[in-house]
């Protein structure tokens, strides 16, 4: 599975982004405006695999669970595109999902 995320819009601040899972740790990467961040990994056959990331910019912090294998497994296939956005991700295809910010 790919996990794709997008700081989308016109211009801005860079947008510091961490994920993780249980048992791994992605490091912090930092996109610049309509710049895209990609990382791999496999599921399991539970569906419980799940990956959550922080995001800052602006002085703000944001969670949200990126992938969730519930949630996104039949929707994503082999790829999840998401775009990061001041009021929640949106989870991208030929469904457009939009999830506000817990």
């Known amino acids: 599975m790919t996990n794709c995320l997008g700081n989308k819009g016109k ?13 791994d740790d992605l490091g912090v990467h930092n996109l610049a405006v309509n710049k895209n961040y990609h990382f791999k990994f496999q599921t399991n056959i539970w569906r419980s695999t799940l990956f ?9 912090v944001k969670r949200f669970d990126i ?23 949106c989870r991208l295809g030929e469904k457009i999902a939009c999830f506000p910010w817990k």
């Open 11 to 23: 211009s801005g601040p860079l947008l510091t982004v961490h994920c993780k899972s249980k048992e």
């Open 52 to 60: 959550f990331c922080s995001f800052k910019w602006n002085k703000q």
């Open 67 to 89: 992938f969730d294998g519930l949630r996104d497994i039949d929707e994503c296939h082999y790829q999840c595109n998401w775009t990061i956005k001041a009021d929640g991700a």
